[in-house]
C-alpha cells in the first residue's frame, strides 16, 4: 500500500513533468497517425480513383490515323486498351462566363470516364460540369449554361479520369475562374461546330509498353507521345500522395524517435535520483520485481496517456489534411478518409512500451546494489555545496564548471535537449528558406527567356523574331521524369554559356542540369542512357558537365547534336524563344509558354507542401518549448538539495536562479550548435527525396536571419521555460530537502 501512495504522491509532487511528457508524447503520436495517414490516405484516394475511372497510361498522336478494327486488333493481340478521344475548345464572349474557355468533351466510353457527383449522366440538352469552375461562377446543378445559341442544363458536377488536376495546357497553371471542362452526350458533342483537337488514349493490361509503342511508330508513324507519369494532369495528384507519404514518413518518424529517446533519457534520470527510495523500498521488504513494476508506471503514465490523446487528435487531422489537399489541390473527388492501422498502432504500444522498458532496466540496474549501498545513495552535490561556502563573484564561475563537468550525464541530457528544441525550430526555417529560393531563383538560374512558342511542324531556317530552338523529350529507364533535350543556336543569349566548374558549353558536346544530374544519378564525365519517347530509339551520351539549375531536367547541347538524336534535319527548328512576346501566325503555334506563368505553376505545386511546412514550423517551436521546460525541469529537481542550502545561507531567489540554472547558457549555445547540422542534413536528405517526385533539386539554403531566428527563439524558449520554473524554485521545502540531504550524508 505505501508504494502504491508513494506512486501517487510522486507523480503530484511533478505533475508539470507529466503533463509535458504526455503532451510531447501527445503531439508525436499525432505527426504518426496525422501525417502519415494523410500521405497514404491521399495516395490511396488518387489510386482508387485512377483505377475506377480507367485512368489512361498514356496519350499519343499519330501521322497515319487508326481505323477502328486496326484498334480492336491491337486491342487483342497486346492486351491494351485503345480509344480515340477529341475536346473542342470554346471560347465564351458573352453572358455570365464571359472571357472563359470551356473545353468540351463527349461521354468517354472506355477510358478517363467520368466521376458523376450530384446528379445523372448528361442527356439531350444537358451537360456535367468540374465543380470548381462552377463554385468559381455561382454555378450549381440544374442551373443553365449557354455555350454560342445553345443552353445546356448542369446534370452534374464531374471529374475526369485525365483531368485530375486542371490545366488547360500541361505547362500552364490552375485557374478555375477562366477555365473549366463540360462533358456532354456524345450525340450533342458532335453537333457543336467547333475544330476539335484529336488524341489516342490507352491503357496497359501488360508490362509490353515498349512492343506496343514500337508497332504503333511502325505502322502509324508517332509524332507525340505523353505517359501519365509525365503528364502533369493526372501525375501531380500522384506525386502528391508520394510527396506528402515521403515527408510524413521521414518527418514524422524522425521526430518521433528523438522526442521518445529524450523522455526516456530523463526518466532514467529521475529513476537515478531515487537511488535511496530504491534502497528505502527493498529494506522494508519489498521485491525487485515488485519495485521495478512500481516505477514502470511513471513510464505508463506519460506513454499510454499522450499515446491515446495523440491518436484522438490525429484522427481528425487526418480528415482535414486529407480535404485540404484533395479539394485544395485537385479536383474534387468522391473519397472515404482512412486511417493507417500500422501508425496507429505504432502510436498507441511503442511511446509507453519503450518508456516502462528503459525505467524497468535503469531500476533494475540499481536494483543489482545492496540496499545499504543505495540508501547510502553518495551523490556528487555535496561538492558542489562544498563551493558555495564563499560567496565572491568569482566562485559563480567554479559553481558553473562544477556543475556542468561535475554532472555529465544532465549536461549530456541538456545539450541533446536543447539540439532536439533548435532542430524542430530550425528543420522548418531551413526548410522555408530552400523552398523559396528554389520559387524564387529556381527558373531563372539558365534560362533567360521569358516566352517559348512550341511550333505545329518543323521548320528550317532562323525565324524573323526570337532565336530558334530544337526541344525533344526522351525516357531514362528506371524514372517517371522526362528529360528534355535542348538543341541551341550557337552563341545564343538565353541559355547559359558555362558549367558550374567555369568551363564553356561546346556546341558538340553534352551538358545536365544539376537537376537531371541528381534526378538520374549522373554525374560529369559519365554517360546517360535514354530513348526517344516516340520511337524508343536508345541513345547514349557522354556529359562533359553539369550546369546549375535545380527546376529543369535539361539536357543541352548544339542544335546539331540535338536534330541528330531525333532523327531529323540538323537545321530544323521546333521552337522559338524570346525575351518579349512574339507575333506568330495561330496556326503554327501549338502551346504558348510565359516563364512568369510558369513561376506561378511551381507556386501552385508548392503551394500545399508550404503550408505543411508552416505548420511543422509552428509545431516545432511549440515543441521546443516543451522540450526545454522539460530539461529546466530535470535540472531544478536534481539541484534541489543546493537550492534549499543556499537559501538556508541567505541567497535570494535571482541568485539562486544565477547559480543553478544560468549555469546551463553554454550548454544552449552547445546544443543549438549541435541541433543546426541536424535540421541541415535532415533536409538535404530527407527533403530533397520528396522533391525530386517533381523532378527538381532541392538544395538547401540557410539564410542568416533564419540562424538568428532560430537562435532568438531557442533562447527566447529557454528563458520562458527559465521563467515557469522559478516559481518551482520558490516552492521547494528547506527543511524537506535538507532532510533529504541528511539521509544522503
Not at 559553481?399 to 525550430?425: E, K, L, Y
Request: net charge negative.
Amino acid at each position: 500500500m505505501t508504494i502504491n501512495k508513494r506512486a501517487a504522491r510522486s507523480v503530484k509532487n511533478n505533475i508539470s513533468f507529466y503533463i509535458i511528457s504526455i503532451l510531447l508524447t501527445a503531439l508525436t503520436s499525432v505527426l504518426i497517425v496525422g501525417a502519415v495517414s494523410t500521405g497514404r490516405n491521399l495516395t490511396k484516394v488518387v489510386k482508387n480513383f485512377v483505377d475506377e475511372y480507367k485512368t489512361e497510361d498514356a496519350e499519343f498522336v499519330t501521322y497515319n490515323p487508326i481505323s477502328d478494327e486496326d484498334m480492336a486488333s491491337l486491342e487483342k493481340k497486346y492486351d491494351v486498351i485503345l480509344e480515340y478521344s477529341s475536346y473542342k475548345d470554346i471560347s465564351v464572349d458573352s453572358g455570365d462566363l464571359k472571357g472563359t474557355t470551356l473545353r468540351v468533351f463527349g461521354m468517354p466510353e472506355k477510358l478517363n470516364l467520368c466521376e458523376v457527383r450530384d446528379g445523372h449522366e448528361p442527356g439531350t440538352g444537358e451537360t456535367l460540369i468540374t465543380q470548381n469552375f462552377a463554385e468559381q461562377h455561382d454555378i450549381s446543378v440544374g442551373d443553365k449554361i449557354s455555350l454560342g445559341s445553345d443552353d445546356y442544363t448542369v446534370s452534374a458536377y464531374t471529374t475526369k479520369a485525365d483531368y485530375i488536376y486542371m490545366l488547360e495546357k500541361p505547362t500552364g497553371y490552375i485557374d478555375n475562374e477562366k477555365f473549366g471542362l463540360i462533358v456532354l452526350d456524345q450525340d450533342e458533342y458532335e453537333k457543336i461546330d467547333v475544330a476539335e483537337t484529336g488524341y489516342y488514349s490507352i491503357k496497359y493490361n501488360k508490362d509490353n509498353s515498349k512492343d506496343v509503342r514500337k508497332k504503333l511508330n511502325e505502322d502509324y508513324v508517332m509524332a507525340s507521345y505523353m505517359a501519365a507519369t509525365t503528364n502533369t494532369r493526372i501525375s501531380m495528384p500522384v506525386n502528391e500522395g508520394t510527396a506528402v507519404t515521403n515527408m510524413a514518413t521521414m518527418y514524422a518518424p524522425v521526430l518521433f524517435i528523438i522526442i521518445i529517446t529524450l523522455i526516456v533519457m530523463i526518466l532514467g534520470r529521475n529513476i537515478k535520483n531515487e537511488q535511496y527510495l530504491l534502497g528505502t523500498f527493498l529494506a522494508l521488504g519489498f521485491s525487485r520485481k515488485q519495485i521495478v513494476g512500481h516505477y514502470m508506471r511513471y513510464g505508463l503514465i506519460p506513454g499510454l496517456i499522450g499515446s491515446v490523446l495523440g491518436i484522438l487528435c490525429g484522427i481528425p487531422m487526418t480528415r482535414l489534411l486529407s480535404k485540404f489537399y484533395i479539394e485544395y489541390d485537385f479536383e474534387k473527388l468522391t473519397y472515404k478518409v482512412t486511417y493507417d492501422i500500422p501508425a496507429v498502432i505504432i502510436a498507441l504500444v511503442v511511446p509507453a512500451l519503450l518508456y516502462c522498458i528503459a525505467i524497468a532496466i535503469q531500476a533494475a540496474k540499481l536494483l543489482k546494489k545492496s540496499p545499504v549501498d543505495l540508501l547510502r545513495n553518495t551523490g556528487k552535490d555535496r561538492r558542489t555545496i562544498g563551493v558555495m561556502k564563499n560567496s565572491h563573484a568569482k566562485t559563480q564561475l567554479k559553481m558553473r564548471v562544477r556543475s556542468v563537468i561535475g554532472h555529465p550525464g544532465r549536461s549530456i541530457t541538456t545539450v541533446f535537449g536543447v539540439a532536439v528544441a533548435s532542430f524542430c525550430i530550425l528543420g522548418g526555417l531551413i526548410v522555408h528558406d530552400s523552398l523559396d529560393d528554389l520559387m524564387t531563383n529556381g527558373l531563372t538560374s539558365s534560362i533567360k527567356y521569358e516566352y517559348l512558342y512550341r511550333l505545329n511542324s518543323l521548320q528550317t531556317g532562323t525565324p524573323d523574331e526570337g532565336e530558334a530552338l530544337f526541344q525533344n523529350y526522351y525516357e531514362v529507364d528506371g524514372s517517371t521524369v522526362q528529360l528534355s533535350a535542348q538543341g541551341i543556336v550557337e552563341n545564343s543569349k538565353y541559355f547559359p554559356d558555362k558549367t558550374d566548374s567555369g568551363d564553356k558549353l561546346e556546341p558538340d558536346k553534352y551538358y545536365l542540369t544539376s537537376a537531371a544530374a541528381e534526378t538520374f544519378g549522373v554525374k560529369a564525365g559519365e554517360e546517360i542512357t535514354f530513348n526517344n519517347i516516340a520511337d524508343l530509339k536508345e541513345h547514349k551520351v557522354k556529359i562533359s558537365g553539369i550546369v546549375t539549375d535545380n527546376t529543369h531536367c535539361y539536357l543541352y547541347t548544339g542544335r546539331k547534336n540535338a536534330t541528330e538524336l531525333a532523327g531529323v534535319d540538323e537545321d530544323v527548328y521546333n521552337c522559338i524563344i524570346s525575351k518579349d512576346k512574339v507575333e506568330l501566325d495561330k496556326d503554327l503555334v501549338a502551346s504558348e509558354t510565359e516563364m512568369t506563368v510558369t513561376a506561378d505553376t511551381m507556386e501552385n505545386l508548392m503551394g500545399p507542401m508550404k503550408v505543411i511546412v508552416i505548420a511543422f514550423e509552428i509545431l516545432g517551436m511549440i515543441m521546443g518549448v516543451f522540450v526545454l521546460y522539460l530539461i529546466i525541469n530535470m535540472i531544478v529537481s536534481e539541484s534541489s538539495t543546493n537550492i534549499s542550502v543556499m537559501k538556508v545561507l541567505g541567497f535570494s531567489r535571482k541568485e539562486i536562479s544565477n547559480r543553478v540554472l544560468n549555469v546551463n547558457h553554454v550548454l544552449i549555445c552547445l546544443g543549438f550548435i549541435l541541433g543546426f547540422p541536424m535540421a541541415y542534413l535532415f533536409v538535404k536528405v530527407g527533403y530533397a527525396d520528396t522533391i525530386e517526385n517533381y523532378g527538381m533539386l532541392l538544395s538547401p539554403v540557410v539564410k542568416a536571419k533564419s540562424i538568428v531566428i532560430g537562435f532568438v527563439l531557442t533562447w527566447v524558449t529557454y528563458e520562458l521555460s527559465l521563467l515557469l520554473q522559478k516559481r518551482k524554485i520558490s516552492r521547494i521545502d528547506m527543511v524537506e530537502a535538507l532532510k533529504q540531504n541528511s539521509r544522503n550524508e
